[in-house]
């Protein structure tokens, strides 16, 4: 089954973000109070902790949730293969992919971190199309694709 592993917030664009235990996500906003929060495609941004552990097994320690900037850490479920416009489910959330990957910043603070980033390439993004809650161990559902 497909569920939340963590909720992760920051106050600025491209540092790590902190864990917290819920997550109050707002509709055509995205995270209360985070950084990626706004009207545009790139609301929340999801990585799954499989994708995460690829990086730990090159040797990197201390790789917590939230490290690679994603607002929701995930399991259970191969997002860098969902397509864009699929409908997830997620807590009280409707939410819709919108994009797959992204441009790196340039040697950002995740990059010096960690030493690799892998959310440009198997990281995604999201619209609140419903508001709501999410707190880790909540399932994930897709809806539609």
């Known amino acids: 089954m497909a569920r ?12 790590p973000k902190d864990a917290i235990a819920e997550g109050v996500f707002v509709e055509n906003f995205g995270l209360k ?4 929060g706004g009207d545009w495609h790139r609301q929340v941004s999801l990585l799954a902790q499989e994708s995460i552990d690829k990086i730990k097994a090159m040797g990197i320690k201390d790789l917590e949730p939230g490290r690679f900037a994603e607002n929701i850490t995930t399991e259970g479920i191969c997002l860098y293969e969902l ?10 959330t409707l939410q819709e992919v919108t994009q797959i990957g992204k441009e790196c910043h340039s040697r950002c603070a995740i990059f010096q971190t960690v030493g ?12 609140i199309l419903k508001g709501g809650l999410v707190k880790p161990g909540d399932a994930i559902e897709i809806v539609e694709a």
Do not use: Y
């Open 4 to 15: 939340v592993v963590s909720i992760n917030i920051s106050s600025q664009k491209g540092i």
């Open 83 to 92: 397509p864009v416009g699929t409908k997830l489910r997620i807590g009280e």
């Open 116 to 127: 690799d980033c892998v959310m440009p390439k198997e990281g995604i993004f999201t619209i």
């Open 33 to 36: 109070e985070d950084s990626h």
